[in-house]
């Protein structure tokens, strides 16, 4: 059985991932430092697959500590790495904390995967690459543009860095692009955890509609758009988390016609932020107070993917309609607030 490390297991699409993982015959160990992530994410694991996984409490920036899951793990057959900020906002107000934090965690990975060897190595991608493209729907030869954010700009680096390392490492690797990922497991026992005020749509639309929240902005409505509100490609959690399994089994099988294949991981289809909601109010029954406001600085006016190599590369089948999306978000939502979170 592979064994897998998936860095930012605790979190959001690491979590969601590792469940695919077993689900697949995958062995896995996770490493996060649980800064942005809540180890109970282990339990909701470990309730839908029956397997406890292991995960090593620690910051990845410190290379003895990072090196030493090598150590006592030297049948790593591969790396799936989530772990980092992402925060668009929150970057603007504080690059260094962006770039010290995503880049030199990134950086003691590639070190151990040089120095024991590891195969194959999963990047965790953003479509904020592509910054505002000049035409939609976008490939993977869609031009990169200067990031909107330092966010962005470490996940331009990390592309870079990990293409240049790839040229001289016998380890194959493979950079998966998300748009936006969204939803929650069908059992709900996993989901997204925003930490204080969500800064991404569906977390804020659930919160609103829960209450936690008074009320939701929608950053602009005026946008060159068919209804006015920024277009987006949601993608659900779960269909993001297989992509993930079948990435690793496409460089297990030696299907991969580089050292760093790219991949695009969206559903091929765009939503506005108002259909998006109206989506969410008829599959709630909830109406959703929420607001027209100014536009959000940093935001892309219109993207969404050509999913096209992905689907037939990797053979992917996104299978989770935008209902299912809202509808497995909103669940989730009222879980957490029976739970008392
Ligand atoms: C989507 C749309 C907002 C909140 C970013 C990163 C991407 C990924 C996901 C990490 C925009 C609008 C949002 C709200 C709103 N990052 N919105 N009111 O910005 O497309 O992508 O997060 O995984 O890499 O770039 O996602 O969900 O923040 O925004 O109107 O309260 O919803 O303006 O148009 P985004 P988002």
């Known amino acids: 059985m592979a064994k897998i490390l998936v860095t930012g297991g605790c979190g959001f699409i690491g979590s969601h991932t590792i469940v695919d993982l077993i689900e697949n015959g995958f062995e896995v160990v996770s490493v996060d430092d649980n800064s942005r992530s809540s180890i109970n994410s282990l339990d909701g694991i470990e309730k839908i697959t029956g397997v406890k996984v292991k995960n090593y409490t620690l910051d990845l920036k410190g290379f003895e500590a990072t090196r030493n899951i090598f150590v006592e793990n030297p049948d790593i057959t591969g790396i799936i790495h989530f772990a980092a900020y992402k925060a668009v906002g929150e970057s603007v107000d504080k690059p260094l904390f962006y770039f010290e934090n995503n880049m030199f965690s990134l950086i003691n990975l590639l070190k151990c995967v040089e120095e024991f060897n590891v195969p194959y190595f999963v990047f965790s991608s953003s479509c904020t690459v592509y910054g505002n493209p000049d035409a939609i729907p976008v490939t993977e030869k869609t031009p990169t543009k200067k990031a909107e954010s330092p966010y962005g700009a470490t996940k331009q680096m990390g592309e870079?860095?990990?293409e240049d390392f790839s040229k001289v490492a016998n380890a194959n690797t493979i950079l998966l692009r998300y748009?936006?990922?969204v939803g929650a497991h069908p059992s709900i026992n996993i989901g997204e955890l925003p930490i204080g005020r969500p800064m991404n749509l569906v977390p804020a639309i659930t919160q609103t509609a829960i209450?936690?929240?008074?009320?939701?902005?929608?950053?602009?409505?005026?946008?060159?758009?068919r209804d006015g509100s920024c277009l987006r490609d949601y993608i659900h959690v779960c269909d993001i988390a297989h992509a993930h399994t079948l990435a690793l089994q496409y460089l297990i099988d030696q299907k991969n016609t580089s050292k760093c294949?790219?991949?695009n991981l969206g559903s091929g289809n765009g939503v506005t932020v108002l259909e998006a909601i109206k989506t969410f109010?008829?599959?709630?029954?909830v109406a959703l107070n929420y607001e027209i406001g100014p536009r959000r600085g940093g935001d892309v006016v219109a993207i969404y993917a050509d999913n096209k190599y992905a689907v037939e590369g990797l053979g992917w089948n996104p299978k989770y309609t935008l209902e299912d999306m809202m509808s497995t978000a909103w669940k989730w939502e009222v879980k957490l607030k029976e739970e008392g979170k």
Do not use: C, H, Q, R
């Not at 109010?281 to 029954?285: D, F, L, P, T, Y």
């Open 211 to 225: 209450g936690k929240l008074p009320k939701m902005m929608v950053y602009g409505d005026d946008y060159p758009t």
């Open 281 to 285: 109010e008829a599959v709630s029954g």
């Open 160 to 162: 870079v860095m990990i």
């Open 261 to 263: 294949d790219i991949f």
């Open 179 to 181: 748009f936006n990922p």
